[in-house]
């Protein structure tokens, strides 16, 4: 599809180019939505666009990632609407590799993360789909200065994704008809776990995966929905980023952050 303004013209593939060049170029860029009227939809298909670039690159989709799932994060970047990601295996954050030197302005936040053990194509009976939950982080890396964005421009802008990271997986044991229950007692309730995320040591966010839309299930539900409306399916093995616990912290290289919650344990990251 062309965008008019004024009588300047554009596809959606140039958008998705001004976004890919920015991040290769490690060049922040101005809002795309002060260039052209680009519409939710619209965003969608330039995140879709760079997404089949990176896949004719060899990358593998290994799962999604939502965001603007709690009030926190929708008061930090000033967005009121729940929208997705899609991650890919080049973004995965192995603990003690994370060169920043790629990046253009990091952040990290606490994330809960489910991973799937069957597709889903529908909202109804998320639960059991769901094999494991670990806690995580997720690297952020607005390509817009300043993560100065509307709706569409962070949407096209594969809402800011750049890597994340898990701690262990805590399996579930699905029961046919009963949804995903903890095995063998070990996994606790995900509902209202308490979260930090430290810096080298000292706490610097704290809160609960209750944030996560009052209920971290309600985000996978929310994923299903968006798949479907993308005429898409959740698949097995991928993983899917509730969305952030907390608002974001700036990320410096040479720090060590940590991800815990007491009844999951802790993922790590050591920057450079
Ligand atoms: C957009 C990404 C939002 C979350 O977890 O809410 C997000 C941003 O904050 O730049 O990942
Ligand atoms: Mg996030």
């Known amino acids: 599809m062309r965008w ?6 554009t596809t959606e593939a140039e958008l998705a ?33 760079n997404i089949r670039r990176r896949r004719s690159r060899g990358e593998r989709i290994v799962g999604v990632k939502m965001g603007f799932t709690s009030t926190a994060k929708m008061a930090q970047m000033g967005v009121d609407d729940v ?14 590799a994370c060169d920043l030197g790629g990046l253009i302005q990091p952040k990290v936040e606490p994330e809960l993360v489910f991973r799937l053990g069957r597709r889903v194509d529908s909202a109804d009976d998320v639960e059991s789909a ?34 994340f990271g898990t701690g262990p997986w805590h ?36 809160g609960s995966t209750k944030a996560i839309l009052g209920d971290p299930w309600e985000s996978l539900r929310s994923a299903a929905r968006l798949a479907t409306q993308s005429g898409l399916a959740l698949e097995p093995g991928w993983i ?3 969305g952030g616990i907390t608002e974001a912290i700036p990320l410096t290289p040479g720090t060590r952050i940590t991800v815990t919650a007491a009844e999951l344990g802790t993922a790590e990251l050591r920057t450079r």
């Open 240 to 242: 899917v980023l509730a």
């Open 83 to 96: 929208i997705w990601g899609i991650l890919t295996d080049a973004m995965t954050m192995s603990e003690d």
């Open 130 to 163: 769901v094999d494991a939950v670990a806690v995580g982080f997720e690297i952020l890396d607005s390509r817009f200065e300043g993560y100065n964005f509307t709706l569409p421009d962070v949407i096209a802008d594969n809402a800011s994704a750049a890597g």
């Open 171 to 206: 399996e579930l044991s699905a029961v046919p008809g009963a949804g995903a229950v903890p095995g063998a007692g070990a996994v606790p309730d995900i509902s209202d776990l308490s979260v930090t995320l430290s810096v080298n040591g000292e706490v610097a966010q704290s």
């Open 4 to 9: 008019k303004q004024g009588e300047v013209f």
């Open 17 to 49: 180019s001004i976004l890919e060049q920015a991040a290769l170029n490690r060049t922040a860029v101005g809002k795309l939505t002060d260039l052209f009227p680009i519409d939710v939809q619209a965003a969608y298909r330039v995140q879709r666009e």
